[in-house]
């Protein structure tokens, strides 16, 4: 948690039982008491919010260039398709890999690395709801169990970018990370892509939001609607290239804390 969050935290907390104990005024006191708790779980809850860990939301480059993410593989189907889809453009992207998908697919992990892509880290089980609550060993288990599932599948290469299933931080995240050397990357331009219904609908939302050092968040898997499967991401790809926009990994440099975010 950084300085000012914590620092903030206990302001209101100690605000709280001024107005209780000195001021009389409970009204008060419950407002900055709650305020304080509704302080920390902003940061915790949403994707780009700062206050408990570093999250990079986009990267330096005076380039036509952007970071194309994709989440929740591998998968059996989706994958090889992307990869060639990839491959048409000359575009490289980062697969934030969940680690028992991983495990059971490690060709699929291999031929990512293999054809110049980067494995990002997505926890090991992508516990969406409960997450945000986990404690320091469950966290721990979601990392190294993941990073066993990448490091023997891998064929080149390093992990060092994590991303929180849906964007939801924890208390004990940015320890976990610094100790793996782990960088938070989150996105700029969310596709939507989970819930849509046609891949168009899709490229359209990302491309009217992109620009230079945008990292734009795509999935992979059965969940997505059949229509949008593979098709969005195509779409995207060929709708960049035809604005003349790159897809490129960008450089620990070029995601220092001093972008804006
Ligand atoms: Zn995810």
Same mark, same amino acid.
Request: net charge positive; charged share 20%; proline share 5%.
């Given at each position: 948690?950084?300085?000012?969050?914590?620092?903030?935290?206990?302001?209101?907390?100690? +605000?709280?039982?001024?107005?209780?104990?000195?001021?009389? +005024?409970?009204?008060?006191?419950?407002?900055?008491?709650?305020? /304080?708790?509704?302080?920390?779980?902003?940061?915790?809850?949403? %994707?780009?919010?700062?206050?408990?860990?570093?999250?990079?939301?986009?990267?330096?480059?005076?380039?036509?260039?952007?970071?194309?993410?994709?989440?929740?593989?591998?998968?059996?189907?989706?994958? %090889?398709?992307?990869?060639?889809?990839? /491959?048409?453009?000359?575009?490289?992207?980062?697969?934030?890999?969940?680690?028992?998908?991983?495990?059971?697919? &490690?060709?699929?992990?291999?031929? *990512?690395?293999?054809?110049?892509?980067?494995?990002?880290?997505?926890?090991?089980?992508?516990?969406?709801?409960?997450?945000? @609550?986990?404690?320091?060993?469950?966290?721990?288990?979601?990392?190294?169990? /993941?990073?066993?599932?990448?490091?023997?599948?891998?064929?080149?290469?390093?992990?060092? @970018?994590?991303?929180? &299933?849906?964007?939801?931080?924890?208390?004990?995240?940015?320890?976990?990370?610094?100790?793996?050397?782990?960088?938070?990357?989150?996105?700029?331009? $969310?596709?939507?892509?989970?819930? +849509?219904?046609?891949?168009?609908?899709?490229?359209?939302?990302?491309?009217?939001?992109?620009?230079?050092?945008? *990292?734009?968040? @795509?999935?992979?898997?059965?969940?997505?609607?059949?229509?949008?499967?593979?098709?969005?991401?195509?779409?995207?790809?060929?709708?960049?290239?035809?604005?003349?926009? $790159?897809?490129?990994?960008?450089?620990?440099?070029?995601?220092? &804390?001093?972008?804006?975010?």
């Amino acid at each position: 948690m950084s300085r000012w969050l914590l620092f903030s935290f206990a302001v209101g907390k100690g +605000a709280a039982a001024w107005c209780w104990l000195v001021t009389g +005024a409970p009204g008060l006191a419950w407002i900055f008491f709650f305020g /304080a708790d509704l302080l920390v779980l902003y940061h915790v809850f949403v %994707p780009g919010a700062q206050g408990l860990l570093r999250v990079v939301t986009r990267f330096q480059t005076q380039e036509r260039e952007v970071w194309l993410t994709i989440d929740d593989g591998p998968d059996l189907h989706d994958t %090889p398709r992307i990869l060639a889809a990839l /491959a048409q453009h000359e575009a490289y992207a980062t697969f934030f890999l969940i680690g028992e998908k991983a495990s059971r697919h &490690p060709e699929l992990v291999h031929a *990512i690395t293999e054809a110049g892509h980067e494995i990002g880290h997505h926890t090991n089980t992508h516990p969406v709801g409960s997450f945000w @609550c986990a404690g320091p060993r469950r966290l721990a288990r979601e990392f190294d169990m /993941a990073m066993a599932a990448y490091s023997s599948a891998m064929g080149k290469g390093t992990v060092r @970018c994590f991303r929180a &299933p849906v964007g939801i931080k924890n208390l004990w995240l940015g320890r976990a990370l610094r100790l793996r050397r782990l960088t938070c990357v989150h996105w700029s331009v $969310r596709s939507w892509d989970s819930t +849509a219904r046609s891949p168009d609908d899709v490229a359209d939302r990302v491309m009217s939001r992109v620009g230079p050092g945008t *990292i734009i968040l @795509c999935h992979e898997g059965g969940r997505l609607h059949p229509a949008v499967r593979v098709h969005a991401v195509t779409e995207i790809l060929k709708r960049l290239h035809e604005q003349g926009y $790159r897809c490129v990994l960008p450089s620990a440099e070029q995601m220092r &804390p001093s972008i804006r975010s």
